[in-house]
């Protein structure tokens, strides 16, 4: 089955980047969607498609994939950024959706 | 407003059966795939099925780790999709999620979510 793997953790001063890597055999060939959690909460979009944003969310976050790993960055980290975010793919191989390990952010 | 709202959670016993439902508004239900996603307590997020809007056949796909077990089924003209899960085990014990697919057929991202019910799986 496929697998993604993200850093289980990344810290970033307010106002610097954020940069969270999802690595998987060439993902850079299917599409990757972004997921924030914050406690307690329901998951939500942040990016899809590798790389657009849903409305309603900030153009701080962005999203690229290439070769074996894509990666969310987010701009002018805010604490309120802080979260758990996963990416997701569609492997058509076995007709299933695969989460990444997940990573949690935090704003020191 | 576009919304999806779980039911059904609870404590059941391993080995029993439990069914939930996802009621959903805001949007033309049987145009999309609708899916289950899970998380156990302290865990990450994990796909659980889906199910493909008629226009696909409204066929079904499931994690390894539920299928055989667990049966999802839709009804377009109540707007509800089901997660029949039979066979309980208490692994199972997690937030479920409904989720909307972006796409009919089933591979997209998952756009919409509910706020999740609690399964809970223990004698």
């Known amino acids: 089955s496929y697998v993604l793997t993200q850093p289980p953790s990344v810290s970033v001063a307010p106002g610097k980047t954020a940069r969270i890597t999802c690595g998987g055999n060439n993902i850079g060939s299917k599409s990757v969607h972004w997921y924030q959690q914050k406690p307690g909460q329901a998951p939500v979009l942040v990016i899809y498609?590798?790389?657009d944003r849903p409305s309603g969310i900030p153009e701080r976050f962005s999203g690229s994939n290439s070769g074996n790993t894509a990666t969310l960055t987010i701009s002018r980290v805010e604490a309120g950024d802080e979260a758990d975010y996963y990416c997701?793919?569609?492997?058509?191989?076995?007709?299933?959706?695969?989460f990444g390990t997940g990573t949690k952010v935090t704003v020191l | 407003e576009v919304q999806l709202v779980e039911s059904g959670g609870g404590l059941v016993q391993p080995g029993r059966s439990l069914r939930l439902s996802c009621t959903a508004s805001g949007f033309t239900f049987g145009d999309y795939a609708m899916s289950w996603v899970r998380q156990a307590p302290g865990k990450g997020l994990e796909w659980v099925g889906f199910i493909r809007s008629k226009a696909y056949g409204g066929t079904t796909e499931y994690a390894a780790s539920v299928k055989g077990r667990f049966t999802i089924s839709r009804d377009d003209s109540k707007s509800i999709a089901y997660l029949q899960m039979n066979s309980l085990k208490t692994e199972d014990t997690a937030v479920y999620y409904c989720?909307?697919?972006?796409?009919?057929?089933?591979?997209?991202?998952?756009?919409?979510w509910g706020q999740g019910t609690m399964v809970t799986v223990s004698s």
């Open positions: 498609y590798d790389s």
């Open positions: 989720t909307r697919v972006s796409i009919a057929v089933g591979g997209g991202a998952f756009d919409i």
């Open positions: 997701q793919v569609w492997d058509s191989s076995s007709d299933h959706q695969v």
